[in-house]
């Protein structure tokens, strides 16, 4: 079984908006929080701001743990066609932004940002992390 670890953010602005990144692999896209994958040897905290400033040119402050959510995804459901399940540990953060200014990743696993408010975000074609992250935080 292949493992991930990975770091996602909650970040809402002073309008309650929600910030998302649209995930473009493949024939595969949706809307999902700022976050990705730790590298080898990487602090989870870290991992959280490094990647929000990657997807979406904001940094960002962390200023609490929500949680932990654990999925195995089976072997025939993995988009990479792998033969081995997959599980997830993905270790969500809430955040506020510190400083610089929206965009959009170049050459990433993500293609675009934008701020959502939480009625339009219903609306979207999302991952199933989103809704988990928004019952974490209470905004659902």
Partial sequence: M????????????????LLL???NEG??????LPGGGLEAGEDP????????????????????LLGIHSRVIPA???????????????IVYRAHTTGGRLRNEVDGST?????????DVQRLQRVKLVD???RMADLR
């Fill in 21 to 23: 990144a649209h995930w």
């Fill in 45 to 64: 905290e870290h991992a959280a701001r490094r990647e929000v400033r990657e997807e979406t040119g904001y940094r960002v402050a962390l200023d609490a």
């Fill in 27 to 32: 024939r595969h896209a949706a809307w999902t």
């Fill in 2 to 17: 292949d493992m991930r670890v990975a770091a996602y953010a909650v970040i809402t602005d002073d309008d309650g908006r």
């Fill in 132 to 134: 988990i992250a928004l």
């Fill in 111 to 119: 293609d675009r940002a934008e701020w959502f408010t939480l009625d």
């Fill in 76 to 90: 025939a459901d993995r988009i990479s066609g792998d033969a081995s399940p997959l599980h997830t540990l993905r």
